[in-house]
């Protein structure tokens, strides 16, 4: 069987190396892929990011299955393009895609169907949002509507922050975001608690929880510094306790199905509920992602030990209650390798040494996953803000520490950038 990967980040390099480890694929593309892929004899790139040429190419090469890695092509209705040409594609259609492509269309959703989530209210216009945030005073959060490469989240500390990030929003529309025509802002109550990552994947009626994760948003150590796409995760996540979990799927993820059943977009493929949990293991509902996390993704297909190509066709056949997931009972933890400037201005073409060799055999308990990286004539370069993610299995996250940050010192490139603190809530637990 052949199989198609969506993406071109650490995402979708790790989808990838799992898919290659089923008996039953024979070879797994990766559109458009990136350096690490290329170096993966059992992987092959195809430079086709338009969603009707990626198409017409995947039914003559006979794919027998999609999967969509990123936000960008399933906000811009590739599973709606393929499932029209009877193509098997796994992954939201464009209307579900909106839980995660326009923060404002989740949040409404969210109080539509009583799941809990921070108060808020959503602005086009600068001074009434400035005059919000005056009336509700810091710390606030104030989130771009649409996609922004997980960028266009301000947790502000003082009202200063919050109106800076309102101009820059809006006035500036600095993010190059715009939804249905318009910049907007959603501004929110600011939550204490503990951040976690719960990510399932939904068949359109039957769901099924991945392993739990917690990533690392901020770019420093101690999560200081500015937010990030991710500098690091792993799994399990201690904070997300039996008792947490349960909750989690009868107080959110349920009812998100059920409520999305309802206004008339079934959803299919993965979600993922960012999660605060508070002192007393109650959740509310950060955000919505039509994905999976990048780099939760990292660790949790090192820990899933079922054959991804079965699970796949499972969750798009309908049939996903019929699977139970087995994980190793190690833990999984990630460090991402980030570019010089990242995350506001990454530098691009600076050489990487020290790689370790690629395999896809399957039982290794280290793999460095690829993001921002590319094939050149002098070997591999830097391409992207968050440039490779060094991921372990180990017998304690303290084990798992060790190791990972024995292999990223071995790797360099110049002004690369990682955090050294990665897991450091899960030693506290």
Known sequence: MKVLVVGGGGREHALAWALAQSPKV?????????????????????????????????????????VVGPEQPLAAGMVDAFRAKGMRIFGPTQAAAQLESSKAFSKAFMQRHGIPTAAYQSFTDAGLAHAYVDAQGAPIVVKADGLAAGKGVVVAMTADQAHAAIDFMLEGNALGVVHNGEARVVIEAFLQGEEASFIVMCDGKNVTALATSQDHKRLLDGDAGPNTGGMGAYSPAPVVTPQVHA?????VILPTIKGMEKDGIPYTGFLYAGLMIDAQGGVKTLEFNCRMGDPETQPIVMRLKNDWFDLLMAATSGTL????????????????????????????????????????????????????TQASAEGTITSGGRVLC?????????????????IAQGIAFDGAQYRRDIGWRAVRH
Request: aromatic content about 6%; charged content about 20%.
């Open 321 to 372: 209650d019929q699977v139970e997931l087995q994980w190793d009972r190690r833990v999984a933890l990630g460090v991402v390798m980030a570019a010089h400037g990242y995350p506001m201005s990454p530098r691009k073409g600076d050489a990487i040494t020290g790689l370790p060799p690629v395999s896809v055999q399957g039982g290794e308990d280290a793999v460095v996953f690829h993001a921002g």
């Open 26 to 66: 024979q070879k797994v593309f990766v559109a458009p892929g990136n350096g690490g892929t290329a170096l993966d004899g059992r992987l092959q790139n195809v430079n086709i990011t338009e969603t009707q040429a990626l198409l017409a190419w995947a039914a003559t090469e006979k794919i027998a299955i999609t």
């Open 390 to 406: 060094v991921t372990v299995l180990a017998e304690s996250v303290k084990a798992a520490q060790q190791r990972v940050y024995e």
């Open 247 to 251: 909750r989690a799927m009868r107080e």
